[in-house]
């Protein structure tokens, strides 16, 4: 029987998953918005592919092969994308990036559309393609309608909207299906940076009619880092430029003799040599996890986990939040700072105690997962309440 929660939401009876998560004890892990910890099943996936490799090294390739091949159909399901052959593996979220930002032809004067909070990542290889001519909006997200203001930005010139999902900073979720239908109104191509919702919110590439989408593992989908996703829409793989070539990309894969060669025709043309195999062995393990629970459990549970945090930290006297409280507009991340505190000092307490998380944008950035137990946050809460300053 399916039991009710707060705020009406329909949560099945849960397994306990500390099993799953056999992290330290006494250890508060709020940072899975920086590097998560690995299920235990990914733990032993990796330890099974090193004990066979100490004892047989490659000689069941081919059984390797089906991992990887699951892998693309599980990050395939999560994406909603509508082939796996829309699928590459990549090593992280900045190379699929720089495969779109070098990929695409410009023209002098086109614009790139981003927002002024994007990580890194997703503003530097944009800024890289000035020596083209290409010039870099940036659109302020602080308004009461962060979409209207980016698809307002995108004018005449615009060939590209590049945005976080969910912003690494204040967690910001953006309305993914309406900026698809704004930007094919305008003819822009939509392209996610997805890393802080993959994993932790569905996706759907195709209702909001993504161009591109990226991702690494090592976040909400618990894998190691090292291995991500670029998912690249049918009609546009030929349109970006290849920059990277080897034997693994061709069509005609594993012939090695043969003289004429052209790209996969699937995704794979962008993964140019061998594959990180050690790196799928895990996370198609991590994603088996999060294909058993479902994704709309584990971003409900997650809700629950970050409304949990928000009502205790409102308890505390100085706390600003930095983050929307409306569940709508965020995923996993909530980040607080607190009058008279600096953050630093807030990082560093908080560590002590055992409590990991990370000091981004305005404040300290917690970023719970599904399995996060309630005694976990409360532990928490209560290690930030005992901090003293000075
Ligand atoms: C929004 C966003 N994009 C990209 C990255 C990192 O990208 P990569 O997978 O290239 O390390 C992060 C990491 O914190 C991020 O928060």
């Known amino acids: 029987m399916p039991v009710q929660r707060q705020n009406a939401r329909i949560i099945d009876p849960m397994p306990n998953f500390s099993d799953e998560f056999p992290l330290a004890p006494g250890l508060c892990y709020l940072n899975h918005a920086a590097v998560a910890p690995w299920p235990k099943r990914a733990g032993e996936a990796v ?113 590209l909207l590049s945005i976080s999902s969910v912003q690494f900073a204040s967690g910001l979720r953006l309305d993914l299906p309406r900026l698809g239908a704004g930007c ?53 793989r030929e349109r970006l430029a290849l920059h990277e070539f080897g034997w693994h990309m061709l069509e005609h894969a594993g012939d090695y003799d043969r003289p004429d060669w052209q790209p996969a025709r699937s995704a794979r043309r962008f993964e140019c040599g061998s594959p990180n195999m050690l790196g799928a062995m895990a996370l198609e393990a991590s994603l088996s996890l999060l294909e058993e629970v479902g994704m709309a459990q584990v971003a409900a549970l997650i809700e629950e986990r970050v409304l949990q945090l928000q009502e205790g930290l409102q308890r505390l006297p100085g706390v600003r939040l930095h983050s929307p409280l409306n569940p709508g507009r965020r995923a996993g991340i909530l980040t607080f700072s607190r009058d008279g505190w600096d953050n630093q000092a807030l990082f560093a307490g908080l560590r002590e105690r055992q409590v990991v998380c990370a000091q981004r944008g305005k404040g300290i950035r917690l970023s719970p997962h599904f399995y996060t137990e309630p005694a976990v946050i409360e532990q928490s809460l209560a290690a930030l309440g005992q901090l003293r300053q000075g």
């Open 184 to 236: 094919r109104a305008r003819g822009v191509l939509l392209c996610v940076d997805a890393i802080q919702q993959l994993g932790a919110q569905p996706l759907d590439v195709q209702a909001c009619d993504c161009a591109f989408a990226m991702a690494d593992g090592h976040k909400w989908m618990l894998g190691p880092e090292g291995l991500g996703v670029f998912y690249c829409r049918s009609d546009l």
């Open 47 to 159: 330890r099974r592919f090193a004990e066979e490799n100490l004892g047989i090294g490659a000689r069941d390739y081919p059984d390797w092969l089906k991992v990887e091949k699951r892998l693309r159909e599980r990050l395939m399901r999560l994406l909603n994308a509508s082939s796996s052959a829309d699928i590459a593996l990549v090593k992280n979220t900045s190379e699929a990036l720089s495969f779109v930002a070098f990929g695409l032809d410009w023209r002098p004067g086109d614009q790139v559309v981003i927002s002024d909070e994007e990580f890194p990542s997703n503003r530097i290889v944009w800024e890289a393609l000035k020596p083209r001519g290409v010039e870099v909006v940036q659109v302020n997200l602080g308004g009461s309608d962060p979409e209207g203001a980016l698809l307002a930005a995108c004018g005449p010139r615009t060939r």
